[in-house]
């Protein structure tokens, strides 16, 4: 079998990895969260646009699948876990904390690398994923803890350093989490079947305008509070 390495949507799955490596290097070498988190925006974009073009030039390939995971796992999995580490040491302590515990709890941000491997892993070999997810998408993941990571540095929110460690918790067990999560590709154009799409879509905008800075992080829990809820009620339907 030939192995096509350099076909386009395989360069833009590395620009992704590329982008991701340089935002681990702006986090640990220069603590430049918001350029950190620019380069996490580019690689959501090739991200999305890999995938895109595979499609479009009819050229998937396994590798390709394989390809993309491993991308994903610097971009959104190493790169808000490397955030949340930085960010930790530059916070204060709501408790007086012993030195031991406190590098502990530290190094416990690093949880949603780990998680977000399972959940990049389950992704691969889960086919009820094609049209929703289940768990937290590691891109959105990302964009969260990165996002909070970088109003902190900023001044712009008060976190204590036990509050980042429930962060990195919390959001390591979304990835994993059951809650099925809906998918941002549309059935054609119409509203019906789209309904949740648009809605989203349009309180998203409205989010953008009123809170700018904070826009990103706001969206993100509008997300996964949605998917919940929507969850629930089909389990209940169930």
């Known amino acids: 079998m030939k192995i096509r390495l350099f076909t386009i949507p395989n360069m833009l799955t590395l620009g992704n990895l590329l982008c991701g490596s340089a935002a681990v290097v702006a986090l640990l070498a220069h603590s430049n969260y918001e350029l950190a988190f620019w380069l996490m925006i580019a690689s959501a974009v090739c ?4 995938g895109f073009a595979a499609r479009l030039l009819k050229i998937s390939s396994p590798l390709g699948v394989q390809l993309d995971s491993l991308a994903d796992m610097v971009s ?49 070999i889960d086919d009820t994923q094609h049209t929703e ?40 067990f979304m990835l994993i989490s059951p809650v099925r999560m809906f998918a941002l590709k549309f059935k054609g154009f119409g509203w019906k079947g789209n309904e949740i799409r648009y809605i989203f879509i349009l309180a998203c905008v409205a989010i953008v305008a009123l809170f700018a800075r904070f826009a990103v992080p706001a969206i993100i829990l509008l997300y996964m509070a949605i998917s919940v809820v929507r969850w629930a009620i089909n389990l209940r339907k169930e």
Do not use: H, Q, W
Not at 77 to 99: H, K, M, N, Q, R
Not at 108 to 122: H, Q, Y
């Open 76 to 124: 959104f999995g190493l790169v808000p876990s490397v955030a949340l580490f930085c960010i930790y040491d530059t916070l204060p302590a709501s408790v007086e904390l012993s030195d031991t515990l406190s590098v502990v709890l530290r190094y416990l941000t690093f949880i949603v690398v780990a998680f977000s491997a399972l959940r990049l892993a389950k992704f691969n």
């Open 133 to 172: 997810f289940c768990g937290l998408p590691t891109p959105a993941n990302g964009l969260f803890c990165l996002s909070l990571a970088m109003l902190a540095a900023a001044g712009d929110i008060a976190l204590t350093r036990e509050a980042v460690v429930a962060v990195a918790v919390v959001m390591a």
């Open 47 to 50: 991200d999305f646009f890999d």
